[in-house]
């Protein structure tokens, strides 16, 4: 640790109030020790690891931490702050705060030390001396100091074996008992987060230290950054119950079949793990097995903490948005090539390129609509693999490689009874949910090794083609052309609401689920695009460029609002929301949540609602103003984009200015002397 952390590393009076604050104070003390290169790129990647999920843990801990390219060397800083700090801790804010920073390619022995400390945290004892050390050096040499040694990524917690021992004596001193009462219940456990750094070696230390108190006998296998060493097959099989706390899939989950299972995110691990080995007993005493270990992760709530099994109705719901954004964002990059290249195709040769015949039997070199025909057959291939696409791994999201291609032959299928977009939704959950099905089939061992690569797939792949070809197939077909006559017919008020809402979606997590949800409903209706479908396109784009552009005109027009960091963003912003990437916007919604998000989802409404009302349309999935010459109605379109973007950076500037005057408002306003602080 000694290279880890020094006495200049080591702030007992952290002063900062906010996350971000401590975050940039502690962030300071590594540029000063050369350990950051570049303090606004650092920081920009903790909040977006910050945004992933809150990093507090009961007993007042804080563990900002996260991979950056900025970062040169492994580095770990340490605050105290008397007044506490709220890290998203279902206790309270933290006092004990570890900044830790990460490089991009960290080597497995630096990592296995930060996971070293993860796991101390989990030690009364040790927070304890952090919080009673006066001494920066001391409290450097007391992380340093105490390290452990560095132990193997499979760590087997056999709790109550000097229990065991007593038992044993007592067994021949009164002439024997029964055996069973001499053998532990046993868990083997897995644990990752999507970092991999911290959470993942807590939730383990926190799953051993409560099955010592326990009597009970845990095995953890820690799925993290410094390796991944998997638990002994005899071990696994002789374990009653398994857990898993995990944020990201755990891998090779076939192994853990047939055991009772409770799943949950990996803060429950850390937070609750007494009522998880509770609860493992609980089901191991039903008899309840886990059927399906071999599904995506999940059956956890959104910040990462479960409740429990992935059973209950609220976790399906989350684990079916989890299921549908992996099929979208496999099926985002098709439908930007295949999107672009048909626009291009437009520009250079009319939309009656469209029409042309096959380049492989028609092609002059020196002809541009021999150019555009090609950019345009080429882009609608890729197009082409849209629904299939979609559908392929919606299924991969629920039940791995062997619903792959079951999820692949529904989507085509779709295609082929005309029920599109929808169809592809249906079709990738279907083959998901028979793969799943197949799976709960208990087969003899000799058959085990083909299952995934013939026997699952051709059931599968046959059962999904019935169902989509005789069963649900004509009736999704006629509800997307019902949708379609919908998007078609819109006008007026219709149609301006809907714009709203497509606004206010596309800018409330800015790239998030919802924002996600708005996109892949506007290029669905690209693969057979209609006037409704196009209009729906461009109020979809349009408002995803106003919070970019909007946090660029804010920092341009009223500098002194925002921070040095912020302002270098702002102009890196003008681009990125030129070019239709709302992300462009969430460094300043991780900053200030509360001002940004409403006026940006303000801005956005106004700009859908305009681009609906003057009718544009768009047959470009992405490309921002760069796609201009392809929008109908470009001259009303740009006007709508600026509307919406001047809404936005007027709300955005009127709310933070509330915020610089209120503090000192409100100390003026203290007669008793006492120092008001308004919270950022």
């Given at each position: 640790?000694?290279?880890l952390i020094t006495?200049e590393l080591?702030?007992?009076?952290?002063?900062?109030?906010?996350?971000d604050a401590?975050?940039?104070?502690?962030a300071?003390r590594m540029?000063a020790a050369?350990?950051?290169?570049d303090l606004d790129?650092?920081?920009a990647?903790v909040?977006?690891?910050?945004?992933?999920?809150?990093?507090?843990?009961?007993?007042?801990i804080?563990i900002?931490h996260?991979?950056?390219?900025?970062v040169n060397a492994p580095t770990?800083?340490?605050?105290?702050s008397?007044a506490?700090?709220d890290f998203g801790?279902?206790?309270?804010?933290?006092?004990?705060i570890?900044?830790i920073a990460?490089p991009?390619?960290a080597d497995?022995d630096h990592?296995?030390?930060l996971s070293g400390l993860?796991?101390?945290?989990?030690?009364?004892?040790?927070?304890?001396?952090?919080?009673?050390?006066t001494d920066?050096?001391?409290v450097?040499?007391?992380?340093?100091?105490?390290?452990?040694p560095?132990e193997?990524e499979?760590?087997?917690v056999?709790?109550?074996?000097q229990?065991?021992?007593?038992?044993g004596?007592?067994?021949?001193?009164?002439?024997?008992?029964?055996a069973?009462?001499?053998?532990?219940?046993?868990?083997?456990?897995?644990?990752?987060?999507?970092?991999?750094?911290?959470?993942?070696y807590m939730?383990?230390e926190?799953?051993?230290?409560a099955?010592?108190?326990e009597?009970?006998e845990v095995?953890v296998?820690?799925?993290g950054s410094?390796g991944?060493?998997k638990?002994?097959?005899a071990?696994v099989?002789a374990?009653d119950?398994v857990i898993?706390a995990?944020?990201?899939?755990?891998?090779?989950k076939?192994?853990?079949?047939?055991?009772p299972?409770?799943d949950?995110?990996?803060?429950a691990?850390?937070?609750?793990?007494a009522?998880?080995?509770?609860?493992?007993r609980?089901?191991?005493?039903r008899?309840?097995i886990?059927?399906?270990?071999d599904?995506a992760?999940g059956s956890?709530?959104g910040?990462?903490?479960?409740?429990?099994?992935?059973?209950?109705?609220a976790?399906?719901?989350?684990?079916l948005?989890t299921?549908?954004?992996?099929?979208?964002?496999?099926?985002?990059?098709?439908?930007?090539?295949?999107g672009?290249l048909?626009a291009l195709s437009f520009?250079?040769g009319?939309y009656?390129?469209?029409?042309?015949?096959s380049v492989?039997?028609?092609?002059v070199?020196?002809e541009a609509?021999s150019?555009?025909?090609l950019?345009?057959?080429?882009g609608?291939?890729?197009f082409?693999?849209?629904?299939?696409?979609l559908?392929g791994?919606?299924?991969?999201?629920m039940a791995?490689?062997p619903?792959?291609?079951?999820g692949f032959v529904?989507?085509?299928?779709?295609?082929?009874?005309?029920?599109?977009?929808?169809?592809?939704?249906v079709a990738?959950l279907?083959?998901?949910?028979?793969v799943m099905?197949?799976?709960?089939?208990p087969?003899?061992?000799?058959?085990?090794?083909?299952m995934p690569v013939?026997?699952?797939?051709?059931?599968?792949?046959?059962t999904?083609?019935?169902?989509?070809?005789?069963?649900v197939?004509?009736?999704i077909a006629s509800?997307?052309?019902?949708?379609?006559?919908?998007?078609n017919g819109?006008s007026?008020s219709?149609a301006?609401?809907?714009?709203?809402?497509?606004?206010?979606?596309?800018?409330?997590?800015?790239g998030?689920?919802?924002n996600?949800?708005?996109?892949?409903f506007?290029?669905?209706g690209?693969?057979?695009?209609?006037?409704g479908?196009?209009?729906?396109m461009a109020?979809?784009?349009?408002?995803?460029?106003?919070?970019p552009?909007?946090?660029?005109l804010a920092t341009?027009?009223?500098?002194k609002l925002?921070?040095?960091?912020?302002?270098?963003?702002?102009r890196?912003?003008?681009?990125?929301?030129?070019?239709f990437?709302?992300?462009g916007?969430?460094?300043f919604a991780?900053?200030?949540p509360l001002?940004v998000i409403?006026?940006v989802m303000a801005?956005?409404?106004?700009?859908?609602a305009?681009?609906?009302?003057?009718g544009?349309?768009?047959?470009?999935p992405?490309g921002?103003v760069?796609v201009?010459?392809?929008?109908g109605?470009?001259f009303?379109?740009l006007?709508?984009?600026?509307?919406?973007?001047?809404v936005a950076?007027?709300?955005v500037?009127?709310?933070?200015g509330?915020?610089?005057?209120a503090?000192e408002a409100?100390?003026?306003a203290?007669?008793?002397?006492?120092r008001v602080t308004?919270a950022?």
């Open positions: 640790m000694s290279e006495a080591v702030d007992l009076d952290l002063s900062a109030t906010t996350k401590a975050a940039r104070s502690l300071e540029v050369h350990r950051v290169t790129g650092f920081l990647d909040a977006a690891r910050e945004a992933q999920m809150p990093t507090g843990l009961d007993g007042g804080g900002p996260c991979r950056s390219e900025y770990l800083a340490f605050g105290r008397g506490g700090i801790a279902a206790d309270g804010p933290a006092d004990l570890f900044l990460a991009a390619g497995d990592l296995t030390i993860a796991r101390r945290l989990m030690d009364p004892e040790f927070t304890a001396a952090l919080r009673a050390g920066p050096r001391a450097a040499a007391l992380i340093r100091g105490e390290e452990a560095e193997p499979q760590e087997r056999e709790a109550g074996s229990e065991q021992e007593r038992a004596t007592a067994t021949e001193a009164a002439g024997g008992t029964e069973a009462e001499r053998v532990p219940f046993r868990i083997v456990a897995v644990t990752s987060c999507p970092t991999g750094i911290a959470h993942t939730a383990a926190s799953l051993a230290a099955g010592r108190a009597g009970v095995t296998e820690t799925q410094a991944f060493k638990l002994d097959p071990v099989a374990a119950a898993w995990h944020d990201v899939e755990v891998r090779e076939a192994r853990f079949r047939g055991k299972l409770v949950v995110g990996v803060k691990g850390v937070n609750r793990p009522e998880l080995i509770a609860e493992a609980r089901k191991a005493e008899g309840e886990a059927t399906a270990t599904k992760p956890k709530d910040d990462g903490d479960g409740n429990g099994s992935g059973t209950d109705h976790h399906f719901g989350v684990r948005r299921y549908l954004m992996s099929g979208v964002s496999y099926m985002v990059p098709f439908v930007a090539a295949g672009l048909i520009a250079i009319g009656e390129i469209a029409s042309a015949k492989a039997d028609h092609f070199w020196g609509d150019w555009a025909a950019l345009n057959q080429i609608s291939a890729a082409g693999f849209l629904v299939p696409v559908a791994y919606i299924a991969y999201g791995d490689r619903a792959l291609v079951p529904g989507g085509a299928i779709a295609l082929t009874v005309n029920a599109g977009f929808l169809g592809g939704l990738g279907l083959a998901g949910a028979v099905a197949v799976q709960r089939v087969v003899h061992a000799t058959l085990r090794g083909i013939l026997v699952i797939p051709l059931i599968a792949s046959a999904v083609g019935f169902l989509m070809f005789i069963v197939g004509k009736p509800l997307q052309n019902a949708l379609t006559d919908w998007l819109l007026g219709n301006v609401i809907l714009g709203v809402v497509l606004g206010l979606m596309m800018c409330f997590d800015m998030g689920p919802l996600k949800v708005a996109y892949a506007a290029v669905g690209l693969a057979d695009p209609t006037p479908s196009l209009k729906v109020a979809v784009m349009a408002a995803g460029m106003v919070p552009l909007a946090m660029a341009t027009v009223r500098k925002f921070t040095k960091t912020e302002r270098e963003n702002g890196a912003a003008w681009v990125l929301g030129a070019s990437i709302t992300e916007a969430i460094p991780a900053a200030d001002r409403p006026s801005g956005g409404a106004v700009t859908g305009l681009s609906m009302a003057f544009a349309t768009l047959r470009a992405h921002g760069f201009v010459p392809l929008i109605e470009p009303l379109y006007l709508a984009i600026g509307a919406g973007t001047l950076t007027v709300l500037v009127l709310l933070k509330a915020r610089r005057t503090p409100a100390e003026d203290g007669a008793d002397g006492s308004v950022a």
